[in-house]
């Protein structure tokens, strides 16, 4: 998905993009109000883009890896719940490497072992 994105947007394909848009509006404002939340209300704008880029990213990445777990069900979730938990922690400053050490070993889990 981040390919096809990357691809369109290098081309300017504008129609593309405002449909991309226009069909996720629930799931734009979901993650643009936890960024909102989560960063105070600072630099809400570059945070959802690197929230979104980074969900696009493991999508992409796991379809090569041909796991069946899709990572929007587990990331925002497991993201929020560990924010939570290490608001105010000296783990704060390495929040992100656990998370997705969480993350991954969750879905290597669920791909081969559950489902």
Known sequence: ???????????????????????????????????????????????????????YVFMDFFGLLGWIMVPLVIFVPLQMAMNIFFEGTSLHKIELPIILIVFFTLCFLFTFLIG
């Not at 947007?9 to 109000?33: C, H, Q, R």
């Open 1 to 55: 998905m981040f390919l096809e994105f990357l691809s369109h947007a290098i081309s300017l394909d504008s129609g593309w993009i405002i449909e991309l848009i226009l069909s996720n509006i629930p799931w734009i404002f979901v993650l643009a109000v936890y960024v909102f939340i989560q960063k105070d209300g600072k630099h809400v704008f570059w945070g959802f883009i690197f929230l979104v880029g980074l969900l």
